[in-house]
């Protein structure tokens, strides 16, 4: 690779190799600093976050992307009390080289780190110059020179990129990130919803993590019997008029308090106890449905008999096998049957 580099006169900002190299920072993070580290004292004043939005049109999104790399890579510090009024202050430090917590507490208070030219030398033999925390990085900036290969690099500096010392083992996956599975379909459906609400109001955006914190609330709502667009209506009505500061606590709070009552089971019905028939045909049982005493059949009989009696006409109670049509007919022609 050939190189031909012709520094800027004015109006530049020199970035750091270690920045520019850092591979735990994307690039948005060190464009970032590098504007902080060029602007005039005076915009230095205002948060980060409005450097962000106003020179770069950044996004809440983007700009804490980019502000957690700056923080992990030690570049960027906050400290946040509260002052006498009871309001919360926040002071943040950008440095663009990495300082640790003292170091930054220390550059706070006005006693920056002390850069190895201010330094007095002493009397003595000599020694090796006083760097930083990073190593020196050499480069070939001979104009029209290939770098050299990476062999002769890795002989020439052995200790240039020093292995990364092992991280934290990650940690497990929690259980609200697990998908959950179809054999609840109430759960899939009431986290299904909660990630819906940000389309009802802009202050009701839930994450996938945060819905699925939420969705075991919200799927008793829908196995206590209310509706779908019920709970969506229970969530989203009546929105304080100030907005909603966090999404998960008053979403939370809502399917906590609003919880409906679930419905009592409906009682079985109780089947009379059996009575003894007080006709004088036959002693038999029989269960009641009105607190009547005598069964059906009897009851029936005793009405043909009174029938009969009133009318003074034999008893025509059909038997109990089928007749005729022409049996019936002549019966009918005789008066024996009414």
Same mark, same amino acid.
């Given at each position: 690779?050939?190189?031909?580099?012709?520094?800027?006169?004015?109006?530049?900002?020199?970035?750091?190799?270690?920045?520019?190299?850092?591979r735990r920072m994307?690039?948005?993070?060190?464009?970032?600093?590098?504007?902080?580290?060029?602007?005039?004292?005076?915009?230095?004043?205002?948060?980060?976050?409005?450097?962000?939005?106003?020179?770069?049109?950044?996004?809440?999104?983007?700009?804490?992307?980019?502000?957690?790399?700056?923080?992990?890579?030690?570049?960027?510090?906050?400290?946040?009390?509260?002052?006498?009024?009871?309001?919360?202050?926040?002071?943040?430090?950008? &440095?663009?080289?990495?300082?640790?917590?003292?170091?930054?507490?220390?550059?706070?208070?006005?006693?920056?780190?002390?850069?190895?030219?201010?330094?007095?030398?002493?009397?003595?033999?000599?020694?090796?110059?006083k760097t930083g925390?990073?190593?020196?990085?050499?480069?070939?900036?001979?104009?029209?020179?290939?770098?050299?290969?990476?062999?002769?690099?890795?002989?020439?500096?052995?200790?240039?990129?020093?292995?990364?010392?092992?991280?934290?083992?990650? $940690?497990?996956?929690?259980?609200?990130?697990?998908?959950? &599975?179809?054999?609840?379909?109430?759960?899939?459906?009431?986290?299904?919803?909660?990630?819906?609400?940000?389309?009802?109001?802009?202050?009701?955006?839930?994450?996938?993590?945060?819905?699925?914190?939420?969705?075991?609330?919200?799927?008793?709502?829908?196995?206590?019997?209310?509706?779908?667009?019920?709970?969506?209506?229970?969530?989203?009505?009546?929105?304080?008029?100030?907005?909603?500061?966090?999404?998960?606590?008053?979403?939370?709070?809502?399917?906590?308090?609003?919880?409906?009552?679930?419905?009592?089971?409906?009682?079985?019905?109780?089947?009379?106890?059996?009575?003894?028939?007080? &006709?004088?045909?036959?002693?038999?049982?029989?269960?009641?449905?009105?607190? $009547?005493?005598?069964?059906?059949?009897?009851?029936?009989?005793?009405?043909?008999?009174?029938? $009969?009696?009133?009318?003074?006409?034999?008893?025509?109670?059909?038997?109990?096998?089928?007749?005729?049509?022409?049996?019936?007919?002549?019966?009918?022609?005789?008066?024996?049957?009414?």
């Open positions: 690779m050939l190189r031909h580099v012709i520094a800027p006169v004015r109006s530049y900002t020199k970035a750091a190799n270690d920045i520019v190299r850092h994307d690039s948005d993070a060190k464009i970032l600093l590098l504007l902080v580290q060029g602007l005039p004292e005076s915009a230095c004043e205002g948060a980060l976050s409005q450097v962000a939005e106003a020179e770069l049109g950044w996004n809440s999104r983007k700009y804490r992307k980019a502000k957690k790399d700056l923080t992990e890579s030690g570049f960027l510090h906050e400290w946040k009390w509260q002052d006498g009024r009871g309001r919360w202050v926040t002071q943040q430090l950008l &440095s663009n080289v990495t300082l640790t917590r003292d170091e930054a507490s220390s550059a706070r208070k006005g006693n920056p780190p002390e850069s190895p030219s201010g330094q007095t030398p002493t009397v003595g033999s000599s020694g090796g110059r925390s990073h190593l020196p990085v050499d480069e070939d900036c001979e104009k029209n020179t290939p770098h050299p290969p990476p062999e002769a690099r890795a002989e020439r500096e052995p200790s240039r990129d020093p292995s990364p010392e092992p991280g934290p083992a990650p $940690e497990a996956a929690p259980e609200a990130d697990a998908t959950p &599975s179809d054999d609840d379909p109430e759960l899939f459906e009431a986290e299904r919803l909660l990630l819906s609400l940000r389309h009802s109001h802009k202050d009701l955006l839930l994450g996938v993590r945060e819905a699925r914190g939420l969705a075991d609330q919200a799927a008793e709502w829908l196995r206590r019997g209310v509706s779908a667009a019920d709970l969506r209506r229970a969530l989203t009505a009546y929105l304080p008029s100030n907005g909603v500061r966090s999404a998960v606590g008053f979403l939370r709070h809502r399917l906590t308090e609003k919880m409906p009552v679930p419905d009592a089971p409906p009682k079985p019905p109780t089947r009379p106890a059996l009575v003894a028939c007080e &006709s004088p045909d036959a002693s038999h049982v029989f269960r009641p449905v009105a607190g $009547e005493t005598w069964c059906g059949p009897c009851r029936r009989d005793a009405a043909w008999e009174e029938h $009969e009696q009133s009318h003074g006409l034999p008893r025509s109670r059909p038997d109990d096998k089928p007749v005729p049509w022409r049996e019936r007919f002549d019966r009918y022609v005789e008066g024996a049957v009414t």
